[in-house]
């Protein structure tokens, strides 16, 4: 299994412009989750997924978009970059149900906007 | 909602010695305590975690203790080694629908050889 993979690693984008991030992932895990890691301040949640065709909002979502189309992909949308949206993103995903709670991270993308 | 609050940030011991790193919660409904390791360039990577109704777990060097009546619990590792050295966070949820985590700033430790 490639676990839960993430493109581009890097991305440079001017203000305003906008971009996709991909997120995929091959355990067939139902739950996926969007967080942007910013210095001093951990991991904060954008946009989480249940389910194929169910989404819902976290702590940060202002500026991003998500759909979940299938269960493996769950992209990320930018929809007018901002210098504030500079940050390292990571996609997780995760089983349902009580029994495992462990959240597998992709290996981030790191953009900068200018 | 949930606050989780992490301390030190930044830690460095030599190598052989025990690590620290203690965590608060806000939330007496969080019963689930899970402890990430961030190595450099890479996404977080689960090492170890705890239910709330578990006061201590060990796993080799690493053990997590938690006091439900304080809302606060800790990761210690023993007889670091350099690859310890890496971003650890703390995290807490609940099992209600979603899991919707909530994570600490994050303790950067540095293990001296």
């Known amino acids: 299994n490639a676990g839960v993979t993430q493109t581009p690693k890097f991305q440079v984008l001017k203000t305003g412009q906008s971009m996709t991030l991909q997120c995929a992932q091959d355990?067939?895990?139902?739950?996926m989750s969007w967080y942007r890691q910013d210095p001093g301040m951990g991991l904060r949640l954008i946009h989480y997924?249940?389910?194929?065709?169910?989404?819902d909002q976290g702590e940060v979502p202002n500026g991003y978009n998500v759909s979940r189309s299938t269960t493996e992909d769950f992209p990320l949308r930018l929809l007018s970059a901002a210098p504030s949206q500079t940050s390292v993103y990571f996609c997780a995903s995760s089983k349902t149900g009580v029994s495992s709670y462990e959240q597998y991270f992709g290996p981030g993308t790191r953009l900068t906007v200018t | 909602g949930e606050n989780v609050e992490q301390h030190p940030s930044t830690l460095s011991v030599q190598e052989g010695d025990s690590a620290v790193i203690k965590c608060t919660y806000s939330d007496s409904a969080s019963n689930y305590f899970p402890w990430y390791k961030q190595e450099l360039g890479k996404g977080p990577q689960l090492i170890i975690d705890?239910?709330?109704?578990?006061g201590e777990k060990k796993d080799q060097r690493i053990a997590v203790t938690l006091n439900k009546t304080a809302k606060h619990f800790s990761l210690h590792i023993t007889e670091t080694q350099p690859e310890d050295s890496a971003v650890y966070f703390c995290a807490a949820t609940n099992s209600g629908g979603y899991q919707k985590v909530t994570f600490g700033t994050g303790t950067k430790l540095q293990v001296i050889p």
């Open positions: 997924s249940v389910g194929a065709g169910i989404t």
């Open positions: 705890i239910r709330s109704n578990v």
């Open positions: 355990m067939n895990h139902e739950y």
